[in-house]
């Protein structure tokens, strides 16, 4: 990304000069019709007359020795990089492509009191960390894999392993309604699963609901729920050992926190979350697909 401090006092930066080009646009709104369709189409002229010089001082420039890293030290300033960008000059990088996919999925977010940011991009690894009522939110597992995962390996397939960084901690403030703003992608009814009686605190139990196995546990109020179903091979792992909060594959050994779902072994996999709530006395599941 390029650096915002490289201007003197003396030189205006990005947002100012932005912020310029806002006033002046803000000024045609009172014009009529007539005048805002004629200024539009000198803004786009312009524009298309930048682009194209630009586009030919490049091929012009390109076979010059040197010229790729010095056009990488030039765009190193923010108002250089956000030109040649807006042409097309320089192509969107990997962090901005992410943080756009990521913009996608804001709005479910925020409507659950909850935001989420780009912690790290490096290769095809994406590290996002949840903020706000998702960071630490029950539900957030189901979140992160069917809202935030799948937008960012959507649309940009580049990124093959996205992981869920440690948040902030706090979570949510009291009041705020534990449910995933993605728990309606791709699933079923709610069905009881169980009382959260019958299961002690720390407890796993593997169990079917809707004639799919689940694998519930329960953190004194909170409950995880996964697809028992291993992420190396898809394999069960009802005959698999539990012990404090982690299932052992008994196939081949990968083992899974049961309250993230993260796999220990392989961190660039991880158990199928389900939606899972407790409503007064009962555990609820609704499969997600």
């Not at 000024?27 to 200024?39: K, P, Q, S, V, Y």
């Not at 030039?74 to 990089?81: F, I, L, M, N």
């Not at 040649?84 to 990997?94: D, E, T």
Request: aromatic content about 6%; proline content about 4%.
């Amino acid at each position: 990304m390029p650096d915002a401090s490289n201007h003197t006092n003396d030189t205006p930066s990005l947002d100012q000069l932005i912020g310029d080009l806002n006033a002046l646009e803000m000024l045609a709104d009172g014009w009529d019709e007539a005048a805002r369709n004629g200024a539009h189409a000198r803004a786009e002229a312009v524009d298309a007359l930048n682009k194209e010089a630009f586009r030919r001082l490049i091929r012009a420039l390109k076979d010059l020795p040197e010229f790729s890293s010095a056009l990488r030290a030039a765009a190193q300033d923010e108002v250089v990089y956000a030109v040649l960008r807006r042409h097309g000059i320089l192509k969107a990088s990997l962090y901005e492509r992410v943080e756009a996919a990521l913009e996608t999925v804001r709005p479910s977010l925020a409507s659950h009191g909850g935001d989420a940011e780009v912690a790290s991009v490096e290769g095809n690894r994406a590290e996002i960390r949840f903020l706000g009522a998702c960071d630490g939110c029950p539900a957030s597992q189901l979140t992160f894999y069917a809202g935030v995962k799948k937008a960012i390996q959507e649309q940009v397939p580049e990124i093959t392993e996205v992981k869920q960084a440690k948040g902030l901690g706090g979570g949510g403030a009291d009041g705020v309604q534990f449910t995933s703003p993605f728990a309606n992608y791709g699933v079923n009814e709610w069905s009881v699963a169980m009382r959260l009686d019958d299961l002690a605190d720390g407890e796993t139990r593997i169990v079917d609901v809707d004639d799919n196995s689940v694998i519930i546990t329960r953190f004194a109020e909170k409950v995880s729920c996964f697809k028992n179903a291993c992420a190396h091979m898809g394999l069960e792992m009802t005959q698999g050992e539990i012990a404090e909060a982690i299932i052992t594959c008994p196939h081949h050994g990968f083992k899974y926190a049961l309250e993230s779902g993260e796999c220990l072994t392989a961190p660039e996999v991880q158990l199928h979350p389900h939606a899972v709530r407790v409503k007064g006395p009962n555990i609820e599941v609704r499969i997600v697909t």
